[in-house]
């Protein structure tokens, strides 16, 4: 495929210049606060939580932002099988944001933790800990983004998405090192609106050049509007576990903890919830134009290859320059956050530049890891996503639920059950197929762990 940089004009440059330029622009600023404030420069808390003053502005945006960088994955899924994308990565996630807002996030908050691991720590103990740091840190390896980034750059530069995907990291690596989670929150305000405008510009000229529902449902196959995407109700319910996996999930616990208030968190889940269903629907019409009119392109590029097509001269420019913020905005946070895990959850180093090895460390690995998944961003999602899911949800919920009532040796029981159990029955499905995911495996381990952990005397409790 020749470079798609050959399409574009010097107003398009100039426009998707002057975005990365605003995007530094915000770190360095970022940086100016910090120093305003009187910041603790060499605290654990300063870097991994800014110290407990993320507002509500930056924690609804940063929230926002880093949940976007699958863009070619939703938009491919969409182009493949139409508005399942909207149930299984929309409708799923809306519910349990919501749960998350109004039952979750004052049990979460009142232990004033730095993260995921580290409430499980404060929870069960020093094992769950360590445990709990292990499973975030697999699923927070960041190979579907790097990927992602790959198939942005690579069709744009006309090279592979793997030598393109390392380029991506750098871009990251220049800014995400210098100021801990301010390097992240501080730019991701600029980058979340960035993608609205850039999402909605799409569809906006789409409709207005061949037309709106009428049009997709004249040029689109009739089970491109089937919610289950022509599966059984069983693979449905597969990605709204995983949706719930977010009640674990390692950003989302960060910047929980990282908000100034209880209400800060609060408020800002139920607004983060409104715009992702408002970015959610420009992302579903967008892919399904991408199927009606470039039918014949590959899913993984047809959105990209849509918006240089309809898109006008300068828009296009705002376009890839709001593409490249749905990646990066997701990257620098799961490379912070996978980097925080590893020095400060798993090795006990609290240090900055021991959280930096880690960042780079967690990015090269992703970036050397992302060809044995062929560059699927979605398979990613299903095999890590789920395996946080299946095994960890449970007993953590338990946890916050029942305060405790279940020991530590309970809690790892249970999980350790739930990832023997899942890849055992991974192993089976390779070499004799069953037809049932090894996802519901590892869910009924962690569950039937959790039951009998909670049955014997050894595993619960001991009360007085």
Same mark, same amino acid.
């Given at each position: 495929?020749?470079?798609?940089?050959?399409?574009?004009?010097?107003?398009?440059?100039?426009?998707?210049?002057?975005?990365?330029?605003?995007?530094?622009?915000?770190?360095?600023?970022?940086?100016?606060?910090?120093?305003?404030?009187?910041?603790?420069?060499?605290?654990?808390?300063?870097?991994?939580?800014?110290?407990?003053?993320?507002?509500?502005?930056?924690?609804?945006?940063?929230?926002?932002?880093?949940?976007?960088?699958?863009?070619?994955?939703?938009?491919?899924?969409?182009?493949?099988?139409?508005?399942?994308?909207?149930?299984?990565?929309?409708?799923?996630?809306?519910?349990?944001?919501?749960?998350?807002?109004?039952?979750?996030?004052?049990?979460?908050?009142?232990?004033?933790?730095?993260?995921?691991?580290?409430?499980?720590?404060?929870?069960?103990?020093?094992?769950?800990?360590?445990?709990?740091?292990?499973?975030?840190?697999?699923?927070?390896?960041?190979?579907?983004?790097?990927?992602?980034?790959?198939?942005?750059?690579?069709?744009?530069?006309?090279?592979?998405?793997?030598?393109?995907?390392?380029?991506?990291?750098?871009?990251?690596?220049?800014?995400?090192?210098?100021?801990?989670?301010?390097?992240?929150?501080?730019?991701?305000?600029?980058?979340?609106?960035?993608?609205?405008?850039?999402?909605?510009?799409?569809?906006?000229?789409?409709?207005?050049?061949?037309?709106?529902?009428? /049009? =997709?449902? $004249?040029?689109?196959? !009739?089970?491109?509007? +089937?919610?289950? %995407?022509? *599966?059984?109700?069983?693979? #449905?319910?597969?990605?709204?576990?995983?949706?719930?996996?977010?009640?674990?999930?390692?950003?989302?616990?960060?910047?929980?903890?990282?908000?100034?208030?209880?209400?800060?968190?609060?408020?800002?889940?139920?607004?983060?919830?409104?715009?992702?269903?408002?970015?959610?629907?420009?992302?579903?019409?967008?892919?399904?134009?991408?199927?009606?009119?470039?039918?014949?392109?590959?899913?993984?590029?047809?959105?990209?290859?849509?918006?240089?097509?309809?898109?006008?001269?300068?828009?296009?420019?705002?376009?890839?320059?709001?593409?490249?913020?749905?990646?990066?905005?997701?990257?620098?946070? /799961? =490379?912070? $956050?996978?980097?925080? !895990?590893?020095?400060? +959850?798993?090795? %006990?180093? *609290?240090?900055?530049?021991? #959280?930096?090895?880690?960042?780079?460390?967690?990015?090269?690995?992703?970036?050397?890891?992302?060809?044995?998944?062929?560059?699927?961003?979605?398979?990613?999602?299903?095999?890590?996503?789920?395996?946080?899911?299946?095994?960890?949800?449970?007993?953590?919920?338990?946890?916050?639920?029942?305060?405790?009532?279940?020991?530590?040796?309970?809690?790892?029981?249970?999980?350790?059950?739930?990832?023997?159990?899942?890849?055992?029955?991974?192993?089976?499905?390779?070499?004799?197929?069953?037809?049932?995911?090894?996802?519901?495996?590892?869910?009924?381990?962690?569950?039937?762990?959790?039951?009998?952990? =909670?049955?014997?005397?050894?595993?619960?409790?001991?009360?007085?």
């Amino acid at each position: 495929m020749p470079a798609l940089h050959t399409q574009l004009t010097s107003m398009d440059w100039i426009v998707f210049l002057a975005i990365l330029a605003l995007t530094g622009a915000a770190v360095w600023w970022g940086g100016r606060v910090s120093k305003k404030v009187g910041a603790d420069d060499s605290s654990p808390l300063e870097w991994l939580l800014m110290g407990r003053r993320l507002t509500l502005p930056l924690f609804v945006t940063s929230l926002v932002a880093t949940w976007y960088g699958g863009i070619f994955g939703v938009t491919a899924l969409t182009f493949e099988r139409g508005v399942f994308n909207f149930m299984t990565q929309g409708v799923f996630w809306y519910g349990t944001y919501l749960i998350f807002a109004f039952i979750l996030v004052k049990r979460v908050r009142q232990y004033q933790s730095t993260g995921l691991a580290d409430l499980a720590g404060g929870m069960f103990g020093t094992k769950a800990k360590k445990l709990t740091a292990l499973l975030a840190l697999a699923n927070l390896l960041p190979i579907g983004y790097v990927a992602g980034l790959g198939h942005f750059l690579g069709p744009l530069l006309g090279i592979g998405w793997w030598e393109a995907a390392l380029y991506g990291l750098l871009i990251i690596y220049a800014y995400g090192l210098w100021g801990g989670l301010r390097a992240v929150v501080y730019p991701d305000f600029i980058q979340c609106f960035v993608m609205v405008i850039a999402v909605w510009s799409l569809v906006f000229f789409c409709w207005a050049h061949h037309g709106g529902i009428n /049009f =997709l449902q $004249t040029h689109l196959p !009739s089970t491109h509007w +089937d919610p289950t %995407g022509g *599966n059984d109700w069983a693979s #449905l319910f597969i990605w709204g576990a995983i949706a719930l996996g977010t009640l674990v999930d390692p950003n989302f616990h960060q910047r929980i903890q990282a908000a100034k208030d209880l209400k800060t968190a609060r408020t800002g889940l139920i607004l983060a919830t409104v715009i992702w269903i408002f970015f959610d629907i420009a992302t579903t019409l967008g892919g399904l134009y991408a199927r009606a009119l470039l039918p014949h392109s590959t899913p993984d590029q047809s959105y990209l290859l849509l918006g240089l097509q309809e898109l006008p001269s300068g828009m296009r420019g705002l376009f890839l320059a709001g593409i490249l913020a749905t990646i990066l905005s997701t990257l620098d946070s /799961f =490379l912070f $956050t996978a980097g925080a !895990s590893l020095s400060s +959850d798993l090795l %006990g180093r *609290n240090s900055k530049w021991w #959280l930096k090895g880690g960042m780079i460390f967690c990015g090269i690995s992703a970036w050397l890891i992302a060809p044995l998944f062929g560059g699927s961003i979605v398979l990613v999602w299903k095999t890590l996503g789920g395996m946080i899911s299946a095994c960890l949800l449970p007993a953590l919920l338990w946890g916050l639920w029942r305060p405790k009532t279940l020991s530590e040796k309970g809690f790892l029981f249970s999980v350790v059950l739930g990832i023997v159990s899942m890849t055992l029955f991974a192993l089976m499905n390779f070499y004799y197929p069953s037809g049932i995911d090894e996802f519901y495996a590892g869910l009924l381990g962690s569950i039937l762990g959790l039951v009998i952990a =909670l049955t014997r005397r050894t595993l619960v409790v001991s009360r007085p």
